[in-house]
């Protein structure tokens, strides 16, 4: 899977699921050596799980919450991404958008009646998300150390580290 091209979830929510699919186990693969980043990384595999493990005619509320937490999941690794030198239109937040646009889209199927897209998009993006967090997340990670950036308080030690920087790639790894 190449993860700086556009990743398209529809092509993985079309397939019919397995029964070894309907987990996705946290695992030290997916540290990417920033702390904050991580625990953030956890509750998002977390809530893929509770997503999975909630029958479907039940999962609305579930994914309604999952989606938000998304939201806010992205929103901080782009907070961090423009305070460290990204330029706003880097392959990363790209990525992102994607994903939430796909996501707000299920949504609307479901009610429609196609009760089981919700686990196919949780599945899918089960599949997606340990390179995601391995390429483009670990790099993100990596850059915000090099640059002494605490994902905690979300601040510089240093704001001379990042001047006249702007970054359009993924991060430490490139989109080519």
Request: net charge negative; hydrophobic share 40%.
């Amino acid at each position: 899977m190449v993860f700086c091209a556009a990743f398209t979830p529809y092509t993985a929510m079309t397939q019919t699921a397995t029964p070894s699919s309907t987990f996705m186990p946290w695992t030290d693969s997916l540290h990417t050596g920033d702390a904050r980043m991580d625990e953030t990384h956890q509750e998002f595999v977390d809530m893929i799980n509770q997503i999975l493990a909630t029958p479907e005619d039940q999962q609305l509320p579930v994914y309604k919450a999952f989606l938000n937490h998304t939201v806010e999941h992205f929103a901080q690794e782009e907070r961090w991404m423009l305070a460290t030198g990204f330029s706003a239109d880097n392959c990363h937040a790209e990525h992102h958008a994607t994903i939430l646009e796909t996501m707000r889209v299920v949504e609307a199927h479901y009610l429609d009646s196609d009760k089981t897209i919700i686990t196919r998009m949780a599945e899918a993006l089960a599949e997606w998300f340990p390179g995601h967090a391995n390429s483009m997340d670990a790099g993100l990670a990596a850059h915000l150390k090099s640059v002494g950036f605490d994902s905690v308080t979300e601040t510089l030690a240093d704001p001379s580290a990042i001047k006249n920087v702007t970054m359009s790639g993924c991060g430490s790894v490139s989109c080519s």
